[in-house]
């Protein structure tokens, strides 16, 4: 049976790893292709429609 030896896998290090030049290309190029889908997704959605509602009825002001 083997021993694994090597430290357990942490978010610093994923971000360690992330940031180093050729893995951080892929990261960048990774992140703009998101927000290019996320924003064209929510411009594609139809928006809510209001209920209809009448404008309010115009009366003659009191004095």
């Known amino acids: 049976m ?3 030896t090597s430290p357990p ?3 610093k290090g994923l971000l360690r790893w992330a940031t180093t030049p050729p ?6 190029l990774l992140a703009i292709i998101l927000v290019w889908l996320i ?3 929510a411009g594609s959605l ?3 429609k209001a209920p209809e509602a009448s404008p309010p ?3 003659a002001p009191r004095s």
């Open 39 to 41: 924003s064209f997704y």
């Open 46 to 48: 139809k928006p809510k």
């Open 23 to 28: 893995q951080a290309w892929g990261v960048y």
């Open 9 to 11: 896998r942490t978010f």
């Open 2 to 4: 083997t021993e694994d």
């Open 57 to 59: 009825a115009v009366t």
